[in-house]
């Protein structure tokens, strides 16, 4: 079955640097991929998704890349704010058969002032 | 803006009691979900359901386990003889399928001694 593989599992950066979060997956049919910002004692919020037929989308300060061929995907996250702290789950849903979400392991991200 | 709602936020159990969990699902969505988290864990998908019958189920859902659409909001997850190892935060999520986006309610922490 799939396996999400989710790196790093921490991250700190200083406010204003640039944060990324890496991903990779395992089945090929896989063709739908979220990431969401879990905050502490909340549920997962959807915060973006990239489909398999595109390899880049962005909204604001965050952006998704995918590359089908090496089956991984990454989040980027611009001119990180505190509010940005958080543990983030990519995701991945394997194939048109189904729609259950396969996710990863979590990065808890630091951003200090 | 329309969110999933969970009820209750912590329940505290003996092992062996049923617990039923409660979920009131975003209303147009049509597609409903139960995932769980054990501490410090991935978030692990449970069980899909559309129709009024389940979609899919992974081997986490045993026969301990049921679901319901009782009525026209609530959607509800049922352990029928709780485990210690039933112990984690559960999330119901919804969707309405077209664009594959799930949204996850705040989550019931599930605490069985």
């Known amino acids: 079955g799939e396996n999400v593989e989710q790196h790093p599992s921490t991250l700190s950066v200083q406010e204003g640097d640039s944060a990324v979060i890496k991903c990779t997956y395992s089945?090929?049919?896989?063709?739908?991929f979220p990431w969401y910002k879990q905050e502490l004692g909340k549920g997962p919020q959807l915060i973006i998704d990239i489909r398999s037929n595109v390899g880049e989308k962005k909204d604001q300060r965050i952006a998704v890349t995918l590359n089908k061929t090496a089956k991984h995907f990454s989040l980027h996250i611009t001119e990180t704010q505190p509010e940005d702290s958080a543990v983030y789950f990519c995701a991945a849903m394997p194939g048109v058969d189904t729609d259950k979400l396969i996710f990863g392991t979590g990065t808890r991200l630091q951003v200090f002032p | 803006e329309p969110e999933v709602t969970q009820t209750p936020s912590h329940q505290v159990t003996q092992m062996g009691q049923e617990v039923i969990l409660r979920c009131v699902p975003i209303s147009n969505h049509l597609y409903f979900y139960w995932y769980r988290q054990i501490l410090g864990q991935k978030v692990e998908f449970l069980v899909s359901f559309y129709n009024n019958e389940i979609s899919e189920k992974s081997e986490i859902f045993d026969d301990q386990f049921s679901v319901e659409r009782p009525d026209g909001s609530n959607f509800t997850l049922k352990i029928r003889s709780t485990k210690l190892e039933d112990s984690a935060m559960y999330f119901c999520?919804?969707?309405?399928?077209?664009?594959?986006?799930?949204?996850f309610g705040p989550g019931t922490r599930l605490t069985v001694l």
């Open positions: 999520a919804s969707s309405n399928r077209l664009d594959n986006e799930q949204f």
């Open positions: 089945d090929s049919a896989s063709n739908y």
